[in-house]
Nanobody
Framework: QLQLVESGGGLVQPGGSLRLSCAASGFTLDYYAIGWFRQAPGKEREGVSCISSLDANTYYADSVKGRFTISRDSAKSTVYLQMNNLKPEDTAVYYC?????????WGQGTQVTVSS
C-alpha cells in the first residue's frame, strides 16, 4: 500500500528553521520524483520543491530558493525539506506528493506557521 506521511511542522518565529519529513512506504522511493507543495488559506496549492528519481535534479520555487533544501534518505525511505530563514508568507499546510503510475498520491499534510 503506497503511503506518504508528513511530519515536522509547527509554530516558528520569522527567521527560524524547521525540517519537514515525508516518510514513504509501499514503493521504492529512489525511483520516483517526490514533490513538496503547500497551500495557504485562500490560495491555490503551489509547488515548493521537488527531487527527481535517483536524486538527479532538484527544483525550487523562486520564493524559497536559497532558503529551502530538499533531500532524500533512501535507507530511511524519507524525503526531507529543510526550511531556513522562514517568513510569514511561508505559513501553509505542506504536503508531499508522488506520481505513481500516472496517479498522484498525497500525504495528509503538516501545518507550518511562521509568526512572531
Amino acid at each position: 500500500q503506497l503511503q506518504l506521511v508528513e511530519s515536522g511542522g509547527g509554530l516558528v518565529q520569522p527567521g527560524g528553521s524547521l525540517r519537514l519529513s515525508c516518510a514513504a512506504s509501499g514503493f521504492t522511493l529512489d525511483y520516483y520524483a517526490i514533490g513538496w507543495f503547500r497551500q495557504a488559506p485562500g490560495k491555490e496549492r503551489e509547488g515548493v520543491s521537488c527531487i527527481s528519481s535517483l536524486d538527479a535534479n532538484t527544483y525550487y520555487a523562486d520564493s524559497v530558493k536559497g532558503r529551502f533544501t530538499i533531500s532524500r534518505d533512501s535507507a530511511k525511505s524519507t524525503v526531507y525539506l529543510q526550511m531556513n530563514n522562514l517568513k510569514p508568507e511561508d505559513t501553509a499546510v505542506y504536503y508531499c506528493n508522488v506520481r505513481f503510475r500516472s496517479v498522484d498520491f498525497w500525504g495528509q499534510g503538516t501545518q507550518v506557521t511562521v509568526s512572531s
